[in-house]
C-alpha cells in the first residue's frame, strides 16, 4: 500500500513535471498596489495552468487611506504600440479580501489559476500580467499589475547545427 505523503509527493512532482518558472514584479511604482508572486506554469492545448506559491500584496506607502483588496487573477498581456500594452484573456478571479493600510503586505498564499488558450502557438509575444482588484471609493474596482518575465512563450531557440 502506498503511504499519503508518497502519493502527495508523487503527484507533486508529476504536476511540476515540464513546468517552467514565473515570476511577477511590479511594473510601475504609482499603482495602489504593489504585487510580487513566484509560481511555474504549464501550458497544454487547452489552457496556461499558472501554479503561485508565494503571492504577497503591499498598499502604497503615499496611500494613507490604505487599500481594500478583493482578489486577483492572472491575463495575458501584449504590447499594443511602443507605449501602450493591453490585456488578453484572463483566468477567473481569486477572491481574497483584505484591508491593508499604507505600506502594509498580506500573502495570501499559494493558488493556481488557468488561463483558457488555443494551444501554444498562439502565445508568441504575450507575457503574463498579475492583476490585483482593489475596491475604491464609490464601490468601483481599480487595478494595480505585476509583470511577468518577457520572452515567456518564445519558442525555444534551436541548436546549432553540429556538421
Same mark, same amino acid.
Given at each position: 500500500?502506498?503511504?499519503?505523503?508518497?502519493?502527495? &509527493?508523487?503527484?507533486?512532482?508529476? =504536476?511540476?513535471?515540464?513546468? %517552467?518558472?514565473? !515570476?511577477? #514584479?511590479?511594473?510601475? @511604482?504609482?499603482?495602489?498596489?504593489?504585487?510580487?508572486?513566484?509560481?511555474?506554469?504549464?501550458?497544454? &492545448?487547452?489552457?496556461?495552468?499558472? =501554479?503561485?506559491?508565494?503571492? %504577497?500584496?503591499? !498598499?502604497? #506607502?503615499?496611500?494613507? @487611506?490604505?487599500?481594500?483588496?478583493?482578489?486577483?487573477?492572472?491575463?495575458?498581456?501584449?504590447?499594443?504600440?511602443?507605449?501602450?500594452?493591453?490585456?488578453?484573456?484572463?483566468?477567473?478571479?481569486?477572491?481574497?479580501?483584505?484591508?491593508?493600510?499604507?505600506?502594509?503586505?498580506?500573502?495570501?498564499?499559494?493558488?493556481?489559476?488557468?488561463?483558457?488558450?488555443?494551444?501554444?502557438?498562439?502565445?508568441?509575444?504575450?507575457?503574463?500580467?498579475?492583476?490585483?482588484?482593489?475596491?475604491?471609493?464609490?464601490?468601483?474596482?481599480?487595478?494595480?499589475?505585476?509583470?511577468?518575465?518577457?520572452?515567456?512563450?518564445?519558442?525555444?531557440?534551436?541548436?546549432?547545427?553540429?556538421?
Amino acid at each position: 500500500m502506498i503511504s499519503s505523503v508518497f502519493l502527495v &509527493a508523487l503527484l507533486q512532482a508529476s =504536476a511540476s513535471a515540464g513546468a %517552467t518558472p514565473v !515570476a511577477f #514584479a511590479p511594473n510601475s @511604482d504609482d499603482w495602489g498596489v504593489g504585487a510580487t508572486a513566484a509560481g511555474t506554469l504549464a501550458v497544454s &492545448a487547452r489552457d496556461i495552468t499558472i =501554479a503561485l506559491d508565494d503571492v %504577497t500584496l503591499t !498598499a502604497n #506607502a503615499d496611500s494613507p @487611506d490604505g487599500r481594500w483588496i478583493v482578489g486577483y487573477s492572472v491575463c495575458l498581456a501584449y504590447q499594443k504600440s511602443v507605449e501602450v500594452w493591453s490585456l488578453g484573456t484572463c483566468s477567473s478571479t481569486i477572491d481574497y479580501r483584505t484591508t491593508l493600510k499604507a505600506g502594509e503586505s498580506a500573502s495570501p498564499g499559494a493558488s493556481t489559476l488557468r488561463i483558457p488558450t488555443q494551444g501554444p502557438a498562439s502565445l508568441g509575444g504575450y507575457w503574463l500580467v498579475l492583476r490585483v482588484h482593489a475596491a475604491q471609493k464609490g464601490g468601483r474596482v481599480g487595478y494595480a499589475f505585476a509583470d511577468s518575465q518577457k520572452g515567456l512563450f518564445a519558442p525555444p531557440v534551436p541548436a546549432p547545427d553540429a556538421r
